[in-house]
C-alpha cells in the first residue's frame, strides 16, 4: 500500500486535493454517507447561524456595557487604577516566562541564596497580590472602592488569582501531611481532603458565606468577596493538595534516600531536593485546577456577587434588554473560553516540554 | 545506660510533634464551636432538628412522591433528594453515551466527524457549566413557542412548557436543561477519557482484531473497547462524582433538587448548621455509594493475572 513519495511524480493540486478528499471523507460507502450527512447538517446550522448573528441578533446589549462586563461599576475617574494592575500582572507574566527559559545553573538551588528567592515568581505573587489589592480597594493614599463596585471580567480574575495564590501554599502543606508517617497528621489531612471533595463547591460557598461569620468571635462583618475567596480557598486547597501528592509520588524513594546519606535534615530534603522535583511534575495538573477554579468563580454569582456570569445576569434584567440571553451569554462564554483555551493549551505545551528542562 | 537527651531522641519528636498537632486541631475546633454557640445564643437559635417536623409552608414545583406546602421539611428535603437522585442518574447514563461516542468519534478516519468532536469538546470544556445551564434554559428553552403551538421533532415535541416525549411522558424545561447542561458538559469530558483509553490499547490488537477477520466494527466493540475499559473507568469515576455534585447547580435553573429546597429551607428557618450537615452528609453518601459502585465493577473489568 504505502508508496514511496521520491518515486512518485509529484501531482498537480486537483489530484491531490481529490486524493485527501477520498482519503479523509469518502474512504468506503459508509465514511461517505456520513460525510454527506453530516455536511447537510453543517450547512443548515451554518445558515441558522449566521443568519441569526448578523440579522436576529441585537449585539447593543454587549456594546453598550462592555465597560460593565469588563470591569463591573468600577468608578470611571479611577480607571487608571485598573490599567496599573494589569501593568504589574504583565510584568509578572513576562518575568516568569523569562526565568522559566533561563537554563536552571547548578547555584541558583540554594534556599538562604536570597538572589534565587526573588528570582523565583511565585514568591513575587503574594506581594504583587497586596499590591494589586491596595490598588484596587485605595485607602492608604488611594481614595476607597468598596468591593461592591468590583465587579465583571476584573472581579473573576482577582478571586481565581488570589484564592489560587493562597490555596496553593496550604495545599503543598496537606499533601506532605497526607505522605508524612505520623498517622495523626495524616488522620486529620486525609479526612479533610477527602470531606472536601465528597462536596459539591455551591455547599463550601454557602458554608463561607453563612457559616464563617457565625464561628469567628465578636461580630464579624467580613467582606462578601473575602468570603468567598475563603470559599475557593479551602475547597481548592484539598484538589491541589492531590495535585501535589500526585508529583510526590512520582519521586523516586531513592531521592529521599541520598539526601539524608548526604546528611540533610528533612526540612532541607524536602524543600531542596523531593518538593523542587515533585511540584515540577504536577505543574500541568495545577495549570489544569487553575482553569476549573477560573470556571468554577461564576458560581459567586449564586451568592450575590458581580463576576462575569452575576454582571451578565444584572444587565439581562435591565429593562431594555430584556430577553437577550442568547447574545450576553454567548459573549460571556467567549470571554471564559479565550482564558480557559490559552491557559489549556499552555498546560499541555508545559506536559510536552516541561519535563525535559533539567 | 541511655544518655541521648529527649532533644535528640527521634521517638519523643514524632510523639510530640502528632500531640502538638492534636491539640491545635482540638483547640481550633473548640474556639469555633465555642465562638458558633455564642453567636447561635445570640441569634436565639437552639440547635436540633425539630425544626424538621414543621410545616414546610413552599410548593415544590415537580415531586417524585406526593408533596404539598402542608407538609413538614423533612417531606420537602427528602423530594428534594429524590429530584437529584433522579437528575444525577439520568445524567450517568446521558452524558456515559455522549462521551463514549464523542471519545470514539475523536479517533474517527473521517476528518469531518473527527474535527466536529473536536470542536464540541474544546468549546464545552472551557466554559463554566453554570454559565451553560444558564444558555440552555434562558436561550434555548424558555426561548421555544408555546405549549399550544410546539415544534415537533421526530416524535418529540418541545415547548417553553417542557418536552413531551413519545408515550406521553413530559419533562419540565428545568429538568431538561438541568440534566442537558450536565450531560453535554461531563460528556466532554468523558469523551477525551474515552479517547485515551481506546488510545492506550496497543496497535497489535487492531492488526490482531483485522488479521482474525473482524469488521470495523467489530473490532471496536469485541477487541479494543472491552481492554481500553480498564484505563477509562477510573478516571471515570471521578467524573461521575463531579457530575453527581455538579447537580447542586439545579438551583440556577429552578429546579427543585436537594440544594434548591435546603437552601429554601435555610432562608425560611435560619438553621444554617443543621442544613450545612444535612447537605454535607447526603452528598458525601452519594459521592460514596458512587465510588463504591464504581470500584465493583473496576474489578470486574480489570485483568485477571495469574
Not at chain 1, 495545577?286 to 456570569?309: H, N, P, Y
Not at chain 2, 491539640?23 to 445570640?42: D, E, M, P, T, Y
Not at chain 2, 413519545?166 to 458538559?185: D, M, N
Not at chain 2, 496497543?202 to 482474525?212: D, I, M, N, Y
Request: aromatic residues 10%.
Amino acid at each position: 500500500m504505502t508508496l514511496n513519495p521520491a518515486s512518485r511524480p509529484t501531482r498537480p493540486a486537483i489530484a491531490q486535493a481529490k486524493l485527501w478528499l477520498q482519503r479523509n471523507l469518502f474512504n468506503g460507502w459508509l465514511n461517505s454517507l456520513l460525510t454527506i450527512v453530516l455536511l447537510v447538517f453543517l450547512i443548515w446550522a451554518a445558515t441558522i447561524l449566521i443568519r441569526w448573528v448578523f440579522t436576529q441578533a441585537q449585539w447593543a446589549v454587549v456594546t453598550t456595557n462592555l465597560r460593565l462586563f469588563l470591569v463591573g461599576r468600577y468608578p470611571v475617574d479611577q480607571l487608571w487604577r485598573i490599567w496599573a494592575v494589569l501593568a504589574i500582572a504583565l510584568a509578572l507574566v513576562g518575568y516568569g516566562w523569562l526565568v522559566g527559559r533561563r537554563p536552571m545553573t547548578s547555584d541558583s538551588g540554594g534556599v538562604n541564596n536570597l538572589r534565587s528567592l526573588i528570582a523565583n515568581p511565585y514568591c513575587l505573587l503574594p506581594i504583587a497580590l497586596l499590591v494589586i489589592f491596595w490598588l484596587l480597594g485605595g485607602s492608604l493614599g488611594l481614595s476607597r472602592v468598596p468591593t461592591n463596585l468590583w465587579g465583571g471580567l476584573l472581579l473573576t480574575l482577582i478571586v481565581a488569582m488570589s484564592s489560587t495564590v493562597l490555596a496553593f501554599p496550604l495545599g503543598v502543606l496537606l499533601a506532605l501531611g497526607r505522605q508524612s508517617s505520623l498517622p495523626v497528621l495524616q488522620g486529620f489531612c486525609t479526612v479533610y481532603i477527602e470531606l472536601i471533595r465528597g462536596l459539591p463547591l455551591i455547599g463550601i460557598l454557602f458554608m463561607a458565606q453563612v457559616m464563617l461569620p457565625l464561628v469567628l468571635p465578636g461580630q464579624p462583618n467580613i467582606d462578601r468577596v473575602v468570603r468567598a475567596i475563603a470559599g475557593l480557598v479551602l475547597f481548592n486547597a484539598a484538589y491541589q493538595a492531590e495535585n501535589v501528592r500526585g508529583g510526590l509520588q512520582a519521586i523516586p524513594r531513592g531521592q529521599t534516600e541520598a539526601a539524608r546519606a548526604l546528611g540533610l535534615n528533612w526540612v532541607l530534603t524536602l524543600s531542596l531536593v523531593v518538593l523542587p522535583q515533585a511540584l515540577r511534575i504536577a505543574i500541568p495538573a495545577i495549570v489544569g485546577q487553575f482553569i476549573s477554579l477560573f470556571k468554577d468563580t461564576s458560581l459567586l454569582a449564586l451568592f450575590a456577587l458581580l463576576e462575569l456570569t452575576g454582571i451578565a445576569r444584572s444587565i439581562l434584567a435591565q429593562p431594555q434588554f430584556l430577553g437577550r440571553y442568547a447574545e450576553v451569554y454567548l459573549f460571556v462564554g467567549l470571554l471564559y473560553w479565550i482564558f480557559c483555551y490559552i491557559l489549556s493549551r499552555f498546560s499541555r505545551r508545559m506536559e510536552a516540554t516541561g519535563l525535559q528542562r533539567k | 545506660m541511655n544518655t541521648t537527651s529527649l532533644w535528640r531522641n527521634v521517638r519523643f519528636w514524632r510523639f510530640a510533634g502528632q500531640a502538638i498537632a492534636l491539640i491545635l486541631v482540638l483547640s481550633l475546633l473548640g474556639f469555633l464551636g465555642a465562638n458558633l454557640n455564642r453567636n447561635l445564643a445570640q441569634l436565639g437559635l437552639r440547635p436540633g432538628f425539630g425544626f424538621l417536623q414543621s410545616q414546610a409552608g413552599f410548593a415544590i414545583g415537580e415531586a417524585l412522591i406526593p408533596y404539598s406546602p402542608a407538609n413538614s421539611y423533612s417531606r420537602a428535603l427528602l423530594v428534594g433528594l429524590l429530584n437529584s437522585l433522579l437528575v444525577i442518574v439520568c445524567g450517568l447514563i446521558v452524558a456515559t453515551m455522549i462521551g463514549i461516542t464523542a471519545g470514539i468519534a475523536r479517533l474517527s478516519g473521517n476528518w469531518l466527524v473527527r474535527h466536529l468532536a473536536l470542536v464540541y469538546v474544546e468549546v464545552l470544556r472551557n466554559t463554566p457549566l453554570l454559565l451553560q445551564l444558564f444558555f440552555w434554559y434562558f436561550a434555548v428553552f424558555l426561548s421555544l413557542p408555546q405549549p399550544d403551538d410546539p415544534v415537533r421533532w421526530l416524535g418529540f415535541s418541545f415547548s417553553n412548557g417542557g418536552i413531551i416525549v413519545p408515550g406521553g411522558l413530559t419533562l419540565s424545561p428545568e429538568f431538561s436543561a438541568l440534566l442537558l447542561g450536565l450531560a453535554i458538559y461531563t460528556g466532554t469530558f468523558i469523551a477525551e477519557i474515552v479517547r485515551g483509553g481506546i488510545q492506550s490499547v496497543p496497535k497489535g490488537q487492531w492488526e490482531a482484531a483485522r488479521s482474525l477477520g473482524f469488521q470495523p466494527a467489530q473490532q471496536m466493540r469485541l477487541i479494543i473497547f472491552p481492554q481500553a475499559l480498564r484505563a477509562i473507568i477510573p478516571p471515570l469515576g471521578n467524573q461521575y462524582l463531579n457530575l453527581a455534585k455538579n447537580s447542586s447547580l439545579a438551583i440556577a435553573v429552578g429546579f427543585p433538587d436537594l440544594y434548591a429546597v435546603a437552601s429554601t429551607t435555610f432562608n425560611q428557618t435560619g438553621r444554617a448548621v443543621e442544613i450545612m450537615l444535612l447537605i454535607s452528609l447526603t452528598y458525601l453518601s452519594i459521592s460514596l455509594m458512587i465510588s463504591l459502585l464504581l470500584n465493583l465493577y473496576n474489578r470486574r473489568v480489570q485483568l485477571v493475572e495469574r
